[in-house]
């Protein structure tokens, strides 16, 4: 089956650390990846995606990852936490082309020390 | 651009009772989404409309989940009868291309 996983259910950094969350898919087809945040009270949002082209791909807020298609992986960083940016980070994959069909990690729980 | 629009934000029934859950997305967005997310998991895919067809309804638990989207705009989602397990978020999300735009959820809790 179609699975995506997230190694990290909870990280705890410092602001200024350097932040990496690791994203494993379980097919080897044509797929887009994505990466969702969650905000404290607010809704999914589209932090970054990949479709095709150069494998690091920059998102908002400082964000990026790398795709790496030998190790079915999209690792999301950042080079310096900040404090806003405790969260929920959700990777997710469309299997395929077309219609979006998104499947979702179990998400990681992000949380920046002051 | 107005965002998805989902109601009720937070609702509390009893076991065995009936909840009706409304969505209307992005104008425009002919693709829509339900999707379940139960505590301490990521969102999982109920329903996918494209307009008012279902494109993709394999893990809705048709023996007491229902949805439709009448007119191929807004749509509801509906559980009959539900279970302590149904506790959880319904997302409701759209896109017209390729990335989903997701509204603020309804929190539902059976008790």
């Known amino acids: 089956a179609q699975s995506v996983s997230q190694h990290n259910h909870h990280v705890i950094l410092s602001e200024a650390a350097s932040l990496e969350l690791g994203c494993n898919y379980s097919?080897?087809?044509?797929?887009?990846l994505f990466w969702y945040v969650q905000y404290p009270g607010q809704h999914l949002q589209l932090l970054l995606k990949?479709?095709?082209?150069?494998?690091l791909v920059k998102g908002i807020k400082g964000f990026e990852a790398e795709f790496i298609k030998s190790k079915f992986s999209f690792n999301l960083r950042k080079p310096s936490v900040q404090w806003s940016d405790t969260a929920e980070y959700f990777c997710a994959v469309n299997y395929g082309q077309g219609a979006q069909k998104l499947v979702f990690g179990q998400g990681t729980r992000l949380t920046i020390n002051p | 651009e107005a965002g998805v629009a989902q109601s009720p934000r937070y609702k509390i029934i009893e076991k065995r009772q009936s909840v009706a859950f409304w969505c209307n997305p992005i104008s425009g967005h002919a693709t829509l989404y339900w999707y379940q997310q139960i505590l301490g998991q990521g969102p999982k895919l109920l329903i996918q409309?494209?307009?008012?067809?279902?494109?993709?309804d394999s893990q809705l638990p048709k023996d007491r989940f229902s949805a439709e989207r009448l007119k191929g705009v807004d749509s509801t989602l509906k559980i009959q009868p539900a279970k302590l397990e149904d506790s959880a978020v319904y997302l409701c999300a759209s896109s017209l291309t390729d990335s989903l735009t997701f509204g603020p959820g309804t929190r539902l809790t059976v008790l």
């Open positions: 097919y080897g087809g044509t797929v887009n």
């Open positions: 409309f494209q307009n008012n067809g279902v494109v993709d």
């Open positions: 990949y479709f095709s082209g150069d494998p």
